[in-house]
């Protein structure tokens, strides 16, 4: 581990990939805590499904606080988990102003605030990237399967077809993002082989996969 004390450690993939799931096994396996994005106490989300070209920018400004706070919190015990890291959130934030959500001047804004408060002061007593980045893996059909199955309304294609283009997208930027990614170690779980949610040996599979990485990271 590049920081010796207190690694920490952050899921990512797409919506439905399980990384919520993911998260609470983890933190449960390693008697850690786990930090989730805040959804329903978050002001700006209603606000922004209302009117997202509006509140779009606002959206990721503030989950750019609280994805900073979470990671300050993190280092408070050993491989404590986060259910996604800050840099997925530029992914989807540059995805919004593909989609005219954002204008370009928002997308660079925020592009130039992120970099600044991600860069290491010499003298900080943490780093603020992960020790290792876990990303879970899973097909557009395994995707789409698993929104419709938690069923949450504003999330489903019937409601919105212009969804399925929007998610078919996404799930292939993520691709891209995870091969690009060099801010940490990573490795990559099959979502759609190693069904850790309903299938107990997966689970077992899993645990130990990421046990195997932690511990070459030592």
Excluded: C
């Excluded at 706070?69 to 540059?94: P, Q, T, W, Y």
């Amino acid at each position: 581990m590049n920081k010796g004390e207190n690694p920490m450690l952050v899921m990512s993939g797409t919506i439905g990939a399980g990384k919520t799931s993911l998260t609470q096994l983890v933190a449960d396996h390693f008697g850690s805590k786990a930090f989730y994005e805040s959804v329903d106490d978050n002001p700006i989300l209603p606000l922004f499904y209302k009117d997202p070209k509006k509140y779009a920018f606002l959206l990721q400004i503030y989950f750019l606080n609280k994805r900073l706070g979470s990671i300050k919190s993190a280092f408070a015990n050993d491989l404590d988990v986060l259910d996604r890291s800050i840099f997925e959130d530029s992914l989807l934030f540059h995805l919004n102003g593909d989609l005219g959500r954002a204008t370009s001047t928002e997308v660079d804004i925020y592009d130039s605030l992120l970099d600044n408060m991600m860069q290491e002061l010499p003298e900080a007593e943490h780093q603020k990237s992960p020790d290792l980045l876990i990303h879970i893996n899973i097909s557009f059909e395994t995707m789409l399967k698993r929104i419709q199955k938690r069923g949450r309304s504003y999330e489903q294609i019937d409601q919105d077809p212009d969804l399925y283009k929007y998610y078919e997208t996404l799930n292939d930027r993520y691709a891209q993002w995870y091969a690009n990614y060099d801010h940490s170690p990573k490795m990559q779980i099959d979502g759609d082989q190693l069904d850790f949610v309903a299938d107990s040996d997966a689970r077992d599979q899993v645990i130990k996969l990421i046990d195997d990485k932690v511990a070459s990271l030592a």
